[in-house]
């Protein structure tokens, strides 16, 4: 079909320009086919992404409409501006509870990070040193991750909710008298702190254990050689080597923790008297028992919006350590 | 070639878009035509009902809803089980988008919730009717008026949940106390059952339990108080309320009731029943089944206790079944209503575990009243059982779900059966939360 010869093609080959038509053209083409090309990508991912635009941000765009009315769970209502923002952070009936949700929410998921973390790494190197059993001991500890939450409330509320639960009942042969665990509202959220550190601990340990995989053996060796204490190993090598995988966990604890409903929910409801109510159960609580939409999605808004800058900055933090 | 390649690639590319903006406009289209209406047809009258008893319930309910042979002209019914999961939002979405059901169970409050939407079908020509069959007169005594809302009847009574005092008759021999007849003798009955041990103000207010909270409206209802006024306004501080609040502080102080209820869930208190620690209690009319065990002979429901102001009360919840607008027959709605309350009765002699029934010739089957303990409810706590709008009134309203189950209540009732608040405090805080709730 083409007029050029083969010696001209070659030619054309060794200066790059193609081997068929003119140079000129065939870049026409080239860009031709190109937007062709793109237009049926376009096309081909267009319902894909029309449909995750449905999933993930139409909700989310409805939701913040919903965070400017004042309506139920079966109608509407009228658009109110920012009052269920400023009735939540400043000057309404929520204010209080709020606040109140808002500081249990910062110690819950204090506790639940760095707690979980601690038991975790302290597990992950006692799993690397030759112990009988290590397999089996790693399945057991597992578990707590694995068995479903509501089953965990359930025994967690079984071991602690009346006098006759067992660690009343070790509470009081200690001589500690009647301990309210969960009625008492300083133990109740130490309590239900000590749950969430408990169903978490697992994830951590398998993360720390993943990173403490890839540490380099010959780094420890030479640390010995060079007289290094197991202290200082674990301080100026351990910690650091795993610092990217300890910032990654620190990022997705963290968004486990303030987002954590059934923990919560299923131990205390959120009492007593909303003492163990972080921002995610107010909001249900808000939307679900109260039947007022505007002010829960407000909530619910916020709290992501702390979550989201909260991540930035760990997330800043895995980079920093990406570079060293 | 090239010039009819070219002009083949832009129609085969601008068909295709137009091709799959059709097709994506298929489903918007369907959403857009709307729901069944009020068109009529064969469509089937949609019977939307929850679990409201054990696993025996809804097969029953099912067989009795689909046995239903509609007279000429008039739709079937078709039986849906709808879970308590999520029911509030199962429902108004449903509702919204015209696909929910032409008659249906639900909350006890959702009837007054949509009915404040205009999505209600109201009751009065279908209880007109049966004032010529024998229904209407049927319902116990009551029942009817806590339905009616300004426009008309929002529903019709369907099961009772009601809140009794139960007592273990063993525990109060064993302390050598009688069974309580009024607050002072309740007082002492709790006093004896200490002595060996055993709380005498059983409850739970805890994750899911808001029983604590009823029983501490049903201690204002009894002394002649209650939450809302006759305008239907919060109305929480009255003596009447500060009297029962202080007495239950009372009980709270001298250790008659479980430090640690606030927080129990239901099975925590069924737990604390069965381990024998509490000698009496209030709770729901199926206490000693839900016990189980040898609570089935030891729990007896005592009489109401009258109050210091020598009035009788208690909370109930009278539960309901609703018509809505968007139904296939409005006639066929209230037919088939008609035909589930003429052949309803099983769901009570068959053990399926419903609430206590609304009517009273349910009351009177002999499997009915071979349970002494639900016999004496329906005689004797039945007749003096007020709704949440008590003392203002009877029927229900808009305005009690800002009460039933809500964080408000639970901080209230938590803060009394914790004991370190006084009463006043503790009701005009309930009182301040229900109005702000009101106006938002």
């Known amino acids: 079909m083409s007029t050029t010869s083969i010696a001209d093609r070659m030619g054309r080959a060794k200066r790059g320009v193609g081997v068929s038509g003119t140079g000129r053209q065939g870049g026409r083409r080239r860009n031709k086919s190109l937007r062709a090309k793109t237009w049926t990508y376009i096309i081909f991912t267009a319902p894909a992404l029309i449909l995750l635009l449905l999933i993930n941000l139409y909700p989310v765009i409805y939701a913040a409409f919903q965070s400017l009315r004042n309506g139920t769970l079966i109608d509407g209502g009228d658009f109110v501006g920012f009052t269920n923002y400023v009735n939540t952070l400043v000057a309404g009936n929520m204010t ?12 819950f998921t204090l506790v639940g990070v760095f707690g979980s973390w601690a038991v975790g790494l302290v597990l992950a190197l006692l799993l690397r040193t030759r112990i009988p059993a290590r397999g089996l001991f790693k399945v057991l500890l597992l578990l707590p991750w694995i068995v479903p939450v509501v ?166 933090q895995i980079r920093k350590a990406s570079i060293e | 070639m090239n010039g009819n390649s070219s002009i083949n690639t832009k129609f085969s590319r601008r068909g295709f878009l137009g091709l799959a903006g059709a097709a994506a406009s298929i489903p918007l289209l369907a959403a857009c035509s709307g729901g069944s209406g009020g068109g009529g047809g064969n469509k089937p ?19 009795i809803t689909e046995a239903y042979k509609p007279a000429n002209g008039l739709p079937s019914a078709a039986y849906q089980e709808i879970q308590w999961a999520n029911f509030t939002q199962t429902f108004s979405s449903a509702v919204a988008s015209n696909t929910g059901p032409a008659v249906s169970s639900g909350g006890g ?22 004032k010529n069959n024998g229904l209407y007169n049927d319902f116990l005594p009551g029942l009817l008026d ?66 604590g909270g009823h029983i501490l409206v049903s201690w204002m209802i009894n002394n002649g108080g209650g939450l809302f006024d006759e305008k239907q306004q919060p109305n929480c501080v009255t003596q009447e309320n500060i009297d029962a609040m202080n007495f239950v502080l009372e009980l709270v102080s001298k250790g008659y009731i479980d430090p640690a209820s606030p927080t129990y869930t239901s099975a925590n208190a069924q737990a604390q029943w069965k381990a024998k620690k509490y000698g009496m209690g209030f709770d729901t009319a199926g206490l000693a089944q839900n016990v189980g065990g040898d609570a089935l002979n030891d729990l ?60 009273k010739s349910i009351t009177q089957t002999k499997e009915f009243q071979a349970n002494a303990n639900n016999v004496k409810v329906i005689n004797e706590w039945q007749p003096i059982a007020k709704t949440w709008a008590a003392p203002g009134g009877t029927a229900l309203f808009l305005g009690v779900t800002t009460v039933d189950g809500t964080p408000a209540m639970d901080t209230f009732t938590q803060s009394i059966l914790g004991g370190k608040t006084d009463a006043k405090s503790a009701l005009t805080t309930l009182q301040n939360s229900i109005k702000a709730n009101l106006k938002s």
């Not at chain 1, 209080?96 to 110690?107: E, G, K, V």
């Not at chain 2, 009915?115 to 009751?123: C, K, L, P, T, V």
């Open chain 2, 300 to 359: 007896a429901v005592a009489s109401p206790l009258t109050s210091p102001n020598g009035k009788k009360g208690a909370l109930f919840f009278p539960n309901n079944i609703m018509m809505y607008k968007n139904t296939p027959s409005q006639e066929g709605s209230e037919a088939f209503l008609t035909y589930y309350y003429q052949n309803m009765t099983p769901l009570w002699t068959q053990a399926t575990g419903i609430g206590l029934p609304p009517l």
């Open chain 2, 109 to 130: 409050t959702q009837a007054f919730q949509f009915e404040s939407q205009g999505a209600i079908a109201y009751a009065d020509n279908l209880l007109n009717s049966w």
């Open chain 1, 151 to 316: 089953v965990s409330a359930f025994s967690w509320n079984w071991l602690v909710a009346t006098p006759q639960s067992p660690f009343p009942m070790l509470a009081q042969a200690l001589g500690l008298g009647n301990v309210l665990f969960l009625a008492d509202p300083t133990l109740a959220k130490v309590t239900v702190c000590v749950f969430k550190v408990w169903i978490s601990f697992p994830f951590m340990m398998m993360m720390m254990s993943s990173a403490l995989a890839a540490v380099d053996n010959n780094v420890y060796e030479a640390a010995k050689v060079d007289g290094a204490g197991s202290w200082q190993v674990f301080r100026e090598i351990t910690l650091p080597l795993i610092s990217r995988s300890t910032y990654i966990s620190w990022i997705l604890m963290t968004i486990f923790c303030v987002n954590d409903f059934p923990t919560i929910f299923l131990l205390t409801g959120g009492g007593p008297v909303g003492s163990t109510t972080s921002l995610v159960v107010l909001a249900y609580r808000t939307v679900f028992q109260d039947f007022q939409v505007g002010p829960g999605v407000a909530i619910a808004f916020m709290t992501t919006v702390v979550l989201i800058v909260v991540s930035v900055v760990l997330y800043r």
């Open chain 1, 96 to 107: 209080p509870a709020f606040w109140q949700a808002a500081l249990f929410t910062l110690i």
């Open chain 2, 45 to 63: 009258i949609k019977f939307w009902n929850m679990p409201w008893g054990n696993t025996a319930f809804n097969p029953l309910d099912q067989k």
């Open chain 2, 146 to 211: 806590a339905m009616k809302v300004p426009k008309g009847y929002a529903a019709v009574p369907y099961n009772l949940d009601m809140r009794v005092l139960w007592y273990s008759k063993p525990l109060l021999d064993q302390a050598g106390a009688k069974v309580p007849t009024d607050w002072q003798s309740y007082l002492d009955a709790c006093a004896a059952l200490k002595k060996i041990g055993v709380y005498g103000y059983g409850t739970a207010a805890g994750a899911g339990a808001f029983t």
